[in-house]
């Protein structure tokens, strides 16, 4: 899900936010809420831990409003704020990482052909889910966001190359753990 650029709208929003408009900053909640969404679900891998950790997201971005300066795009500091929750989250939660999310859409049309896409959808969540948290960031925020490999690093505070070895040992061990998923293919 590529973000739109909404940095014009954004900083005269989170201005007006600064000064306490709650109108301005439900705006600005509006314009970010999907994608927020997307990327901690994805991280966390559970729909209600990811709307409390948006949630949580908002609320330091409201707290922080009256100090923001717009040095990035607000989505960058959006999705750090998110990040870091997540972060804590995990550290939090160990036995999450075993954990599916049971609720993710299915879209696949007739029932054979949603089971199997579910069961494929599971195990790569499995796998997701084994990985250290900084590498499931960088394939989340690459592939599942959709952000430039610049907007991911500078999200994650690494360098490009840092970036791109993390994508690298990442989806090494995606290829591994799906290995017999991909075995079993017609």
Do not use: K
């Not at 900053?25 to 209600?48: D, E, I, K, M, P």
């Not at 922080?64 to 960058?76: F, K, N």
């Not at 994508?167 to 075995?183: H, M």
């Amino acid at each position: 899900m590529a973000l739109p650029d909404t940095t014009a709208a954004d900083a005269a929003d989170m201005a007006a936010a600064a000064l306490g408009d709650r109108q301005a900053f439900g705006r600005l909640s509006q314009r970010h809420q999907g994608w927020l969404l997307g990327f901690t679900q994805r991280l966390l891998g559970n729909r209600a831990a990811a709307e409390e950790t948006v949630q949580q997201t908002w609320l330091q971005a409201w707290e922080a409003a009256p100090g923001w300066e717009p040095r990035a795009r607000l989505s960058t500091w959006l999705y750090q704020i998110a990040y870091r929750l997540c972060l804590d989250q995990l550290g939090r939660n160990a036995r999450w990482a075993g954990e599916v999310a049971e609720d993710w859409p299915d879209p696949a049309p007739d029932g054979e052909a949603r089971a199997s896409q579910a069961q494929q959808a599971r195990l790569v969540q499995q796998a997701l889910a084994q990985l250290p948290p900084r590498q499931r960031a960088a394939l989340v925020l690459c592939y599942y966001q959709e952000l430039s490999q610049g907007e991911a690093a500078a999200l994650l505070e690494v360098s490009e190359s840092a970036l791109e070895s993390l994508l690298v040992r990442a989806r090494t061990a995606l290829r591994r753990s799906l290995a017999p998923l991909r075995e079993n293919a017609p």
